[in-house]
């Protein structure tokens, strides 16, 4: 059969979600280290913007196109079944999530090695993060609250400041998740940054971890580190922030991955000087 034929037999819909589950499977066996509750926090983003490519009944494709407002969107989760690479369904699945951002500012963080591909596509290149591992401990410092206390409005603007779109529902999520950690530095009355500890299915992932300046960036990421002791946390800095990569050199981190930001259809507000840790690279 030949490679159009094939991609013409797969059918392409929405993930269930225990299929969700089996996707997150996939990525563990990609070494993307997944966090142990992504597929219930990511699912109920955008519920229709997490796609399966189908054959026989069997899922052999998938990517996640998950759509935030009427101007920005972002994409993830890009995997073909090893057995099934090289006959067009990753294009196809890939065309689909890009019909379903329209004209809208799409993201995504492409490895070093698909760039080339997602330039073709219409990806233009916008900074490089680096996944960096760190060991967990130290003590708590002073000067931090759980995100549990502040005020969610608070919270929910200073996110949506740093983010290029509202994502209360995911939000809500995430900072509450079972097994994870959420702090913030607050100074009268205002809020300062915020991080998050995931736990995941190596150690533990920080982010986001967004804040005002590095002194506040430090404090949270001592104290997220304090969480989780004796075990391996990694955090996604963006090189476009100078004092992200000057915290991890401060602390000595080396790199373990990269990923480069992309965007087609132009390019979203981005508060570099505010983001010391990207969220994820599923989901921006």
């Not at 940054?193 to 990421?221: M, N, S, T």
Request: proline residues 7%.
């Amino acid at each position: 059969m030949s490679r159009d034929d094939l991609a013409a037999q797969m059918i392409i819909r929405p993930v269930t979600s225990a299929e969700m589950e089996t996707v997150v499977d996939w990525a563990a066996d990609e070494n993307w280290n997944p966090g142990l509750h992504d597929a219930e926090m990511f699912l109920p983003t955008d519920p229709q913007g997490f796609l399966c490519g189908v054959l026989d009944g069997k899922i052999v494709a998938f990517v996640s196109s998950v759509i935030y407002d009427q101007s920005y969107g972002f994409l993830g989760f890009f995997i073909v079944n090893p057995d099934m690479r090289g006959k067009g369904l990753g294009r196809k699945i890939a065309q689909a999530s890009f019909d379903r951002q329209g004209s809208r500012v799409a993201g995504l963080d492409g490895v070093v090695e698909q760039q080339e591909t997602y330039k073709r596509w219409g990806f233009k290149m916008a900074f490089s993060s680096l996944r960096y591992q760190a060991m967990g401990g130290g003590g708590l410092p002073d000067g931090l609250v759980e995100v549990a206390k502040v005020p969610w409005r608070l919270l929910a603007d200073y996110d949506a400041a740093c983010f290029p779109a509202k994502r209360e529902g995911f939000l809500r999520r995430w900072v509450n998740q079972p097994g994870g950690a959420a702090l913030a530095v607050m100074h009268e009355g205002g809020l300062k940054g915020f991080g998050v500890l995931r736990p995941c299915r190596v150690g533990f992932k920080i982010g986001p971890l967004f804040a005002d300046g590095p002194d506040q960036a430090e404090l949270i990421y001592q104290g997220l580190l304090a969480q989780a002791p004796g075990a391996p946390v990694f955090l996604d800095a963006p090189q476009n922030n100078p004092d992200a990569v000057a915290l991890v050199k401060r602390h000595r981190l080396e790199p373990v991955f990269e990923c480069g930001r992309m965007y087609k259809n132009g390019e979203p507000p981005w508060r570099a000087n505010h983001v010391y840790g990207i969220t994820s690279f599923e989901l921006g």
